[in-house]
Structures are given as structure tokens and as C-alpha cells.
């Protein structure tokens, strides 16, 4: 049986259902990883460039190549 989170308030609720989804995408041209939401991923999919929510331009890396470090203003974005 899986267990559900417990929230400690409604805003901690509200936080979690209204943050955007993201995915985390490694840039080809630096190593890093980028998180990028679910609605420019889908719009990024033919050109395999997408917008991170830091603002920068992440060309994709192959899906088995490593990362070398996350970016860290998407990763605190992304833990809010």
C-alpha cells in the first residue's frame, strides 16, 4: 500500500498544486542539468531546445549522457 504525503497546512497544499511541473533537462553544450516545465518541454520537443526556468537556452543531451551538476537558481526554483 503506498503511502500518502502529509501536508502540515492548506498552504503547503496550495504550494504543491499550484507549482509548475518540470522535468529535468541536461544541456549538451555544458553538462549541466536544467529544470524545464511541462508546457515548454511539449513545445520544444521538434527542435530538442527548450527555455529552463532559470531563463537559459538548453540544447538536449542524449537521455544516457551524465550530468555534471545541476543549476542551482532552477533547483531552487524547483524545491519552492
Known sequence: MTAWPTFRSRAMV???LTRPRTIGVTD???GRAHRV???EAAA???SGCYE???????LAA???APDRGRCRPCAR???R
Open 52 to 58: 529552463a526556468i532559470c531563463g537559459a537556452r538548453v
Open 77 to 79: 526554483a524547483g524545491a
Open 28 to 30: 549538451a553544450r555544458t
Open 37 to 39: 516545465t511541462d508546457d
Open 62 to 64: 542524449s537521455l544516457t
Open 14 to 16: 496550495a504550494d504543491v
Open 44 to 46: 520544444g520537443r521538434h
